[in-house]
């Protein structure tokens, strides 16, 4: 901040001293939640029991801030990310202080109607066509079982960088189709005592058979499933393995149960694992036309107006995938903007977000090189 005196105060400063009325007395919060929800990451319920606590706690990470009516806050510390709706402060268009008060309402609960109506469709996710057209053997099984007799598809491999869209993909197939989905992530397996989970691979084929037809999702699969040279880094998932081999083998009846299983490192999987799949289905990086719908897609649901040229920003993000856009460009410029107290995302919030991106790639790089 530029100093203009000599005890180091700047006009603004001095205008929030003499002008109280700028202090927020009172916010008003709603829990809005995570900005997307899954079936790994659901926004918990909020309910404050200690007033005085809280006010300590969110004073300490939003302190600064000039907030306005109908604004969000973005917590960074508990829950990284979560979002806070401001449905009244008074005054409008303050800053919080030490002394201003907050008052934190739980977040509306969706009702399943409004629910069933976000659900997205296989045309939704954006570029990956060769997995989109691949996939499709699976849409025709599920709609006519009969029609493949003893070859009908069973186990498939989606595999490719993160953020491509393996899960949105597979969860889109389920939802055209109108058949649950049973979505797991393989590291939740890893129990604390041996047959933990072996006993989970075989209660979720068991529920599957109970409500056919059914797709199965693991996440992560080479979190159990690595090549046996890797034994070291996974631990002892054998018996989880061979459970997890059993089923994919069909041994009971998985007529009408897909099993598709998501991995960002397929080399590094076990041959047994591997070997079940009949189709490995690879996601691959968007092209430049694929990062440009992305972007206006997810431009459309920003709360701030977007001033910045997207064309540019294309052109910045070969190598992004669809996550990247969205998490580490559109989410940091966003938060940026808000922290600035801005009523649009301009272009330095953009050009912070891609710096940040970069300092990322480069930590990264430090610990795996030194």
């Given at each position: 901040?530029?100093?203009?005196?000599?005890?180091?105060?700047?006009?603004?400063?001095?205008?929030?001293i003499?002008?109280e009325?700028k202090?927020?007395?009172?916010i008003?919060?709603?829990?809005?939640?995570?900005?997307?929800?899954?079936?790994?990451?659901?926004s918990?319920?909020?309910e404050?029991?200690?007033k005085?606590?809280?006010d300590?706690?969110?004073?300490?990470?939003?302190?600064?801030?000039?907030?306005?009516?109908y604004q969000?806050?973005?917590?960074?510390k508990?829950?990284?990310?979560?979002a806070?709706?401001?449905l009244?402060?008074?005054?409008?268009?303050?800053?919080?202080?030490?002394?201003?008060s907050?008052?934190?309402?739980?977040?509306?609960?969706?009702?399943?109607?409004?629910?069933?109506?976000?659900?997205?469709?296989?045309?939704?996710?954006?570029?990956?066509?060769?997995?989109?057209?691949?996939?499709?053997?699976?849409?025709k099984?599920?709609?006519d079982?009969?029609?493949?007799?003893?070859?009908?598809?069973?186990?498939?491999?989606?595999?490719?960088?993160?953020?491509?869209?393996?899960?949105?993909?597979?969860?889109?197939?389920?939802?055209?189709?109108?058949?649950?989905?049973?979505?797991?992530?393989?590291?939740?397996?890893?129990?604390?005592h041996?047959?933990d989970?072996?006993?989970?691979?075989h209660?979720?084929?068991?529920?599957?058979?109970n409500?056919?037809?059914?797709?199965?999702?693991?996440?992560?699969?080479?979190?159990?499933?690595?090549?046996?040279?890797?034994?070291?880094?996974?631990?002892?998932?054998?018996?989880i393995v061979?459970?997890?081999?059993?089923?994919?083998?069909?041994?009971?009846?998985?007529?009408?149960?897909i099993?598709?299983?998501?991995?960002?490192?397929?080399?590094?999987?076990?041959?047994?694992?591997?070997?079940?799949?009949e189709?490995?289905?690879e996601?691959s990086?968007?092209?430049?036309?694929?990062?440009?719908?992305?972007?206006?897609?997810n431009?459309?649901?920003?709360?701030?107006?977007?001033?910045?040229?997207?064309?540019?920003?294309v052109?910045?993000?070969?190598?992004?995938?669809?996550?990247?856009?969205?998490?580490?460009?559109?989410?940091?410029?966003?938060h940026?903007?808000?922290?600035?107290?801005?009523?649009?995302?301009?272009?330095?919030?953009v050009?912070?977000?891609?710096?940040?991106?970069?300092?990322?790639?480069?930590t990264?790089?430090?610990?795996?090189?030194?």
């Amino acid at each position: 901040m530029r100093q203009d005196n000599q005890y180091g105060i700047n006009k603004q400063a001095r205008y929030e001293i003499i002008n109280e009325k700028k202090e927020a007395k009172v916010i008003i919060l709603q829990a809005i939640g995570y900005p997307i929800e899954s079936n790994y990451i659901e926004s918990p319920e909020i309910e404050v029991t200690n007033k005085e606590l809280f006010d300590i706690y969110a004073n300490d990470q939003w302190n600064g801030y000039k907030v306005h009516k109908y604004q969000y806050l973005f917590d960074q510390k508990l829950l990284p990310d979560f979002a806070y709706q401001i449905l009244d402060v008074r005054p409008d268009n303050s800053y919080i202080t030490s002394n201003t008060s907050f008052l934190v309402l739980p977040r509306e609960k969706r009702s399943i109607e409004n629910s069933q109506k976000q659900k997205f469709k296989v045309d939704d996710v954006i570029g990956q066509k060769k997995a989109k057209d691949k996939s499709r053997i699976i849409t025709k099984y599920l709609e006519d079982p009969d029609k493949f007799k003893n070859w009908a598809p069973k186990n498939i491999l989606f595999y490719g960088m993160p953020g491509t869209g393996k899960t949105m993909l597979a969860q889109a197939l389920a939802n055209e189709l109108d058949v649950p989905i049973k979505m797991i992530k393989a590291t939740s397996l890893i129990g604390d005592h041996v047959g933990d989970g072996s006993k989970q691979i075989h209660e979720l084929y068991e529920e599957a058979r109970n409500n056919k037809p059914t797709v199965i999702f693991i996440d992560e699969i080479d979190a159990i499933g690595l090549e046996r040279k890797y034994q070291s880094l996974r631990g002892d998932v054998t018996e989880i393995v061979n459970a997890l081999l059993t089923e994919m083998d069909g041994i009971e009846d998985n007529e009408s149960i897909i099993t598709i299983c998501a991995t960002n490192n397929p080399q590094l999987l076990d041959y047994a694992i591997r070997s079940r799949f009949e189709e490995e289905i690879e996601f691959s990086l968007p092209s430049k036309k694929d990062r440009l719908l992305i972007l206006k897609t997810n431009i459309e649901t920003l709360p701030l107006k977007a001033s910045f040229d997207v064309e540019n920003l294309v052109e910045k993000t070969d190598g992004f995938s669809g996550r990247d856009l969205k998490e580490k460009i559109l989410k940091t410029a966003l938060h940026r903007a808000i922290s600035e107290s801005c009523d649009e995302i301009r272009e330095e919030h953009v050009n912070y977000a891609l710096e940040e991106s970069k300092k990322e790639v480069k930590t990264i790089e430090d610990k795996m090189f030194g």
